[in-house]
T-cell receptor
Framework: NAGVTQTPKFRILKIGQSMTLQCAQD?????MYWYRQDPGMGLKLIYY???????DKGEVPNGYNVSRSTTEDFPLRLELAAPSQTSVYFC??????????FGDGTRLSIL | AQSVTQLGSHVSVSEGALVLLRCNYS??????LFWYVQYPNQGLQLLLK??????LVKGINGFEAEFKKSETSFHLTKPSAHMSDAAEYFC?????????FGKGTTLSVSS
């Protein structure tokens, strides 16, 4: 099993550009999450989903959008990239409220 | 609201020495508590978790943690540090559907 797969691993964007960070899991987990990690700040929850068609905001949702059309995929979209969105983004999944499994992250720089 | 405080952003030990990473939590309900480890350029990996029952929890790689309700603590320990333990460690508490993470503690191990 691949677990949680995130693509791309690295990306540089210009201010104002848009992009989608992809996340896929093959464990048939119903819960999926997006976090951002900034140095010395731990992880902050951006959005989460408890199943296909259901999404909800986390602690820091501004500037991001998500969708969950299938159990496997949970893409994160940045519409108008800003320097404050430079971060490492982690996707995670879990079976209900059990332990979360994390992807290896997407390192995003916005210049 | 739940919160997590990790005492010490950086801990340095010698190889073979005791590892102690401190975590205090705030929760209005009996908490589920977690320790995750992050190696450079990787995602987070679950070390151990406390849900209910025995307060001393054993995890992978020789780590263990003790839940102390009276002290609202969940400190992580390992009797003898190994060079391969050098990484960043995160304590987390379950908050509804998602996790709230501490800011992390970087463990350095010297020979």
């Amino acid at each position: 099993n691949a677990g949680v797969t995130q693509t791309p691993k690295f990306r540089i964007l210009k201010i104002g550009q848009s992009m989608t960070l992809q996340c896929a899991q093959d464990m048939n987990h119903n819960y999926m999450y997006w976090y951002r990690q900034d140095p010395g700040m731990g992880l902050k929850l951006i959005y989460y989903s408890v199943g296909a068609g259901i999404t909800d905001k986390g602690e820091v949702p501004n500037g991001y959008n998500v969708s969950r059309s299938t159990t496997e995929d949970f893409p994160l979209r940045l519409e108008l990239a800003a320097p404050s969105q430079t971060s490492v983004y982690f996707c995670a999944s879990s079976l209900g409220e059990a332990s979360q499994h994390f992807g290896d992250g997407t390192r995003l720089s916005i210049l | 609201a739940q919160s997590v405080t990790q005492l010490g952003s950086h801990v340095s030990v010698s190889e073979g020495a005791l590892v102690l990473l401190r975590c205090n939590y705030s929760s209005s309900v009996p908490p589920y508590l977690f320790w995750y480890v992050q190696y450079p350029n990787q995602g987070l990996q679950l070390l151990l978790k406390y849900t209910t029952g025995a307060t001393l929890v054993k995890g992978i790689n020789g780590f263990e943690a003790e839940f102390k309700k009276s002290e609202t603590s969940f400190h992580l320990t390992k009797p003898s540090a190994h060079m391969s333990d050098a990484a960043e460690y995160f304590c987390a508490v379950e908050a509804g559907t998602a996790l709230i993470f501490g800011k992390g503690t970087t463990l350095s191990v010297s020979s």
